[in-house]
Structures are given as structure tokens and as C-alpha cells.
């Protein structure tokens, strides 16, 4: 493999790390960065939301969110609610723009309609037992 003139594995890893470092923050670590990204991020959505004529709002995913219940099974996918809730602010805009993209477009993907059935056979089905 050969990039930017590098051809060891260890010096790429090293040139990638740093390149994402130099444009990346850690959210964790930098709280004032992190808020201030939150609060750009909304005041962002909700003006495109105002001027297009998109059917969901970033609060309108958050809500939906926070109807979900917790604790739930993970379905095909393996995302539960916790992935999501927990994840980090620009998921819910990404998730605004993939449904209104959806809505404009009449088209929902064929993943969002598989699912897992899983009987639960139960003793009392109403058969006596002698």
C-alpha cells in the first residue's frame, strides 16, 4: 500500500491519526466545543427546516426518540435506542435529512422492513392437560 508517499502501515496509521486529530475535537474532553457544535447544529436544522418546506425537525426526531422505549432488543440492524440517544448530536440532523429525504423521494429502503419474529410458545394455550 502506498499513500502520501508512505508504504509502512505504522507510519500511515500515525499520518492518518494525526491528520484526523488536526480536524477533529474530542466532544468528551472539550464541553464548551461540544455545546457550542449542539447549539450550531440546531439553530442550523431548524432555519433549513423554516425554508424548505421539510416534513421533520430535529425535534421532531428527538421526541420520536424519546418515545421509544428503553431496554428493548436489538432488531436486524443490532441498534437499539441506547445507540442512538447516546450518540453524538449530528446523528439526530443526519436522521432528520434521511427522512425527509425519504418523504421528498417516496422511497423508503427495503432494510426498514425486515424484522425478527420470534414465537414464544407459552403452557397455558388454553389445551387441558391430563
Same mark, same amino acid.
Given at each position: 500500500?502506498?499513500?502520501?508517499?508512505?508504504?509502512? $502501515?505504522? %507510519?500511515?496509521? !500515525?499520518?492518518? =491519526?494525526?491528520?484526523?486529530? *488536526?480536524?477533529?475535537?474530542?466532544?468528551?474532553?472539550?464541553? @464548551?466545543?461540544?455545546?457550542?457544535?449542539?447549539?450550531?447544529?440546531?439553530?442550523?436544522?431548524?432555519?433549513?427546516?423554516?425554508?424548505?418546506?421539510?416534513?421533520?425537525?430535529?425535534?421532531?426526531?428527538?421526541? $420520536?426518540? %424519546?418515545?421509544? !422505549?428503553?431496554? =428493548?432488543?436489538?432488531?436486524? *440492524?443490532?441498534?437499539?435506542?441506547?445507540?442512538?440517544?447516546? @450518540?453524538?448530536?449530528?446523528?439526530?440532523?443526519?436522521?432528520?435529512?434521511?427522512?425527509?429525504?425519504?418523504?421528498?423521494?417516496?422511497?423508503?429502503?427495503?432494510?426498514?422492513?425486515?424484522?425478527?419474529?420470534?414465537?414464544?410458545?407459552?403452557?397455558?394455550?388454553?389445551?387441558?392437560?391430563?
Amino acid at each position: 500500500m502506498h499513500i502520501n508517499g508512505l508504504t509502512q $502501515a505504522e %507510519s500511515i496509521a !500515525k499520518t492518518f =491519526k494525526q491528520s484526523l486529530s *488536526d480536524s477533529c475535537f474530542d466532544s468528551y474532553c472539550d464541553k @464548551s466545543s461540544f455545546d457550542e457544535l449542539c447549539i450550531r447544529l440546531h439553530s442550523e436544522s431548524e432555519m433549513s427546516d423554516s425554508s424548505t418546506n421539510n416534513v421533520f425537525s430535529v425535534s421532531d426526531i428527538e421526541k $420520536a426518540l %424519546s418515545c421509544l !422505549k428503553s431496554g =428493548k432488543a436489538a432488531r436486524v *440492524d443490532n441498534i437499539v435506542k441506547e445507540h442512538l440517544i447516546h @450518540s453524538h448530536p449530528a446523528l439526530i440532523v443526519h436522521l432528520k435529512l434521511m427522512f425527509n429525504i425519504m418523504s421528498v423521494h417516496g422511497f423508503v429502503p427495503d432494510g426498514f422492513g425486515i424484522g425478527i419474529i420470534v414465537p414464544i410458545v407459552k403452557d397455558n394455550m388454553g389445551i387441558s392437560r391430563m
